[in-house]
């Protein structure tokens, strides 16, 4: 099955850069705001979700879905069960960071709450990829590239293998800033441990 593409309300910087992620097979939801970004890219979403309150207006037609202002969850999670109804267990969020740190930070921890669920989702903005990883990730690139590990609860047992700073069944805690910007030292890096939740955040800078 294709993925499907959650366009949010957050910053795009290169619209063609962005548009070349979303394949002719997928399936493009937008999450309020991000229904700008996608008139941008020229793309049509096949349904648009939200209270609407960044858009400014309930947008017609018949693949709108409107949600109250006062709810639990974002636009953004909404979309994604909006998503993982239709049965997709793979995501990719466009437009999902941006000045809003605090959405930023409730869409990096909506990548674990959906792997949790057994969906795959990843964040790609025009400097980072950024995924909830599980207990064995296997990361490819070329030597240098820069890979941050951030820990969204502590990690233990943690093993790090070609990398420039590799790991022995160490712990990670949150408050420990040794897990940003290491590098793959080219081909294929192993990321294990044993407990705890991990981003791992892949820059292009």
């Known amino acids: 099955m294709s993925k499907a593409v959650i366009i949010c309300a957050g910053s795009i910087e290169d619209y063609s850069s962005a548009r070349a992620e979303i394949g002719d097979e ?3 939801i937008c999450a309020d705001g991000g229904l700008r970004h996608a008139a941008k890219m020229g793309v049509s979403p096949n349904v648009i979700v939200g209270d609407f309150d960044s858009y400014g207006a309930v947008p017609e037609g ?23 109804k239709r049965g997709y267990k793979e995501l990719l969020f466009l437009g999902a960071t941006g000045t809003r740190l605090d959405h930023v930070m409730a869409n990096l921890a909506l990548l ?19 995924f909830a990883a599980g207990n ?13 590990l951030l820990p969204i609860y ?22 420990d800033p040794i897990w940003i910007s290491n590098e793959l030292l080219g081909g294929e890096a192993e990321i294990s441990f044993e407990s705890g939740a991990l ?7």
């Open 26 to 28: 997928d399936f493009v």
């Open 62 to 84: 018949e693949n709108v879905v409107v949600f109250p202002c006062e709810k639990d969850y974002s636009d953004t999670y909404m979309a994604a069960l909006e998503a993982e």
């Open 112 to 130: 674990e709450v959906l792997r949790r669920r057994g969906t795959r989702a990843a964040i790609k903005d025009g400097h980072n990829l950024i």
């Open 136 to 148: 064995r990730e296997t990361v490819a690139g070329k030597a240098g590239t820069t890979v941050s």
């Open 154 to 175: 502590p990690v233990k047992g943690i093993t790090l293998r070609g990398f420039k700073y590799p790991l022995n069944n160490a712990e990670i805690e949150l408050v």
């Open 199 to 205: 981003l791992v955040d892949i820059a292009n800078d």
